[in-house]
């Protein structure tokens, strides 16, 4: 079983910039896309970013691909998440989560395509 560890979240002031680190607990990490979503107050889960197992294909929610950068290290079995400018309506749980199909062909903005999922970063910006 993968275990999959968020950090970096924490309150932040509007226009400045945040980094979310996930660590997973096992090698196989590597063979798998990972995602990033999150959850705001009173609102569903949404998606946020997404990178292959080999970094090769990444994809964003349109709405924030501008201010938003995922980036994957293997070597060190993390995933990472660079927020710049960030917004008020960015208040939200940060989720990390790990494709349950190894070495797919196509990066998965379904949340119900990801099978492991850590416990969450707040991340809170103030305005």
């Known amino acids: 079983q993968v275990q999959l560890v968020e950090s970096g979240g924490g309150l932040v002031q509007a226009g400045k910039s945040l980094s979310l680190s996930c660590s997973a607990s096992?090698?196989?990490?590597?063979?798998?896309?990972m995602g990033w979503f999150r959850q705001a107050p009173g609102k569903e889960r949404e998606f946020v970013a997404a990178?292959?197992?080999?970094?090769?294909?990444?994809a964003y929610q349109d709405s924030l691909k501008d201010r938003f950068t995922i980036s994957r290290d293997n070597t060190k079995n993390m995933v990472s998440l660079e927020i710049h400018s960030l917004k008020p309506e960015d208040t939200a749980i940060y989720y990390c989560?790990?494709?349950?199909?190894?070495?797919?062909?196509?990066?998965?903005?379904?949340?119900?395509?990801?099978?492991?999922w850590g416990q969450g970063t707040q991340v809170t910006v103030s305005s």
């Open positions: 989560a790990a494709d349950r199909i190894p070495i797919r062909k196509d990066v998965s903005r379904t949340s119900a395509d990801y099978d492991y």
């Open positions: 096992k090698r196989t990490f590597s063979s798998h896309a």
């Open positions: 990178i292959a197992w080999n970094a090769i294909n990444t």
